[in-house]
């Protein structure tokens, strides 16, 4: 990891999709910190690149504790959301 590559966070409703926060920093672990506290049980949060959109984290929101994936490499927020990196770029 590059602690100088921009990543972004977004948090989202698990049943409607629908955005309600996103965050950006130089580097993901400030990130990983305010969504492991900020995830509630009905919502679900992902991390990723944002210059590559390559999902770093993805944190599910739980009554009994947030459940985090951290992902090697492969998967992209366009499979999440089509459209959210060309719109966080443009």
Same mark, same amino acid.
């Given at each position: ?66 459940? %985090? ?15 959210? %990196? ?5």
């Amino acid at each position: 990891m590059n602690d100088y590559e921009e990543y972004c966070l977004v948090r989202f409703h698990k049943k409607t999709g629908k955005i309600d926060t996103s965050l950006e920093a130089m580097g993901y672990e400030q990130l990983k910190k305010w969504a492991m506290a900020a995830t509630t049980r009905t919502k679900e949060s992902i991390i990723f690149n944002k210059s590559t959109g390559e999902i770093k984290i993805h944190i599910l929101g739980s009554a009994t504790g947030n459940k %985090l994936y951290e992902y090697e490499s492969g998967d992209n927020i366009e499979a999440f959301c089509p459209g959210l %990196l060309a719109a966080l770029n443009s």
